[in-house]
């Protein structure tokens, strides 16, 4: 039985932004995790922070959000925006791209299915770098 407890994936957090719970990782981890099929962990971004745009050709990404808030951009031609805040849940399915940024204080709890290091970069046109530039654009 692995058991982790509040207290360490906070401290983990503090000096890694992002942790993994379970996965077949291939990455230096402070926390102890399963290595299993699904990909679970949790992002805390203390400072604004825009993700490199990209996209999970084989696995379906979802997110919940604990804390604070995110924006994902549609990069399918759509460029449709949404705002994720504490409660929300969202899942991007397989091929599809997309930029996000996060508010500073957020905590988000992922799980990515079947786990696999699949993030492809997506090149970001113009209006996307701007948009991943601020909170408020």
Known sequence: ???LRKEQIDAALDKEYRQYLTGHLGLPQILDH???DAEIGMSYYKE???DKPHMHPICTEHAYVLEGALRILLLDGSKKE???LPGDFFALE???PYAGKNKAGTRILFIKTPGANDKTLVEP???TLQWL???DT
């Open 94 to 96: 397989p091929g599809v």
């Open 1 to 3: 039985m692995l058991i």
């Open 34 to 36: 399963y290595e299993e």
């Open 82 to 84: 949404y705002e994720f």
């Open 125 to 127: 046109d113009a209006y």
């Open 48 to 50: 604004f922070t825009a």
């Open 133 to 135: 530039s601020q909170w």
